[in-house]
């Protein structure tokens, strides 16, 4: 069983910040694209920002200029930064790992961790 470790999340007043940080297994890391999706309850789990394994990164047009996704190769991390967070922010955060090989492909999620921005 793959685990991606995720931490960070916690409550936060509006305009605030959060990192979230996913390590995923070294092996994993080393050759997967990473991504960040978050879900509130009763919707879909949506994508928030993603980074391939050779650091092209992409955001949802909700987050665009506010938060950044980048991968640290020396700790073996993923990391989100999160500024300016308002309320609609608020949801569970998965970290994400997926490897396309051709028409297959193989992917694991984190735990989740929860993200509240409230005043």
């Known amino acids: 069983q793959v685990q991606l470790v995720e931490s960070g999340g916690g409550l936060v007043q509006p305009g605030g910040s959060l990192r979230l940080s996913c390590i995923p297994p070294?092996?994993?890391?080393?050759?997967?694209?990473m991504g960040w999706y978050r879900q509130t309850p009763g919707n879909q789990r949506e994508l928030v920002a993603t980074i391939t394994y050779g650091g092209r990164s992409n955001y949802a047009d909700s987050v665009k200029g506010r938060f950044t996704i980048s991968r640290d190769n020396a700790k073996g991390t993923v990391d989100l930064q999160m500024n300016s967070l308002k309320v609609d922010d608020t949801a569970v955060y998965y970290c994400h790992a997926i490897l396309r090989v051709g028409r297959q492909s193989d992917e694991h999620w984190g735990q989740g961790t929860q993200v509240t921005v409230s005043s």
């Open positions: 070294r092996n994993i890391f080393n050759v997967y694209d």
